[in-house]
């Protein structure tokens, strides 16, 4: 069982840039990746990007293709998102999950809030 804490997140103009963190506890030999999420208001939740924990490749969501970077800090356990170029859209709820699949995804972090204005 893995606990994931996310942080980083906040208010923001169109424009500006955040970066969010996840950072894991716990151990499980079956996360080989892990995803970053998000859920706006009255949506439902839809993935934005997905990193392969053993090589650090990681695939990204059309919507947020050349705005959003992730990165790891392998030795505290820390997944980043660097965001980027925000936009009104971005705004939701994002969280950090042990796989790319919502409904396979087992462990989720409590999420981090972004709004964009």
């Known amino acids: 069982h893995v606990q994931l804490v996310e942080s980083g997140g906040g208010s923001v103009q169109a424009g500006g840039s955040l970066r969010l963190s996840c950072e894991a506890s716990?151990?499980?030999?079956?996360?080989?990746?892990m995803g970053w999420f998000r859920q706006a208001a009255g949506k439902e939740r839809e993935d934005v990007t997905c990193?392969?924990?053993?090589?650090?490749?990681?695939v990204y969501d059309d919507a947020v293709k050349g705005r959003f970077t992730v990165s790891q800090d392998t030795a505290k356990n820390i997944l980043y998102l660097q965001m980027d170029s925000l936009k009104p859209e971005d705004t939701a709820m994002y969280y950090c999950?042990?796989?790319?699949?919502?409904?396979?995804?087992?462990?989720w972090g409590q999420g981090t809030q972004v709004t964009v204005s």
């Open positions: 999950a042990t796989d790319c699949v919502v409904w396979v995804a087992k462990d």
């Open positions: 990193t392969y924990l053993a090589n650090g490749n990681t």
């Open positions: 716990g151990y499980d030999a079956r996360t080989y990746r």
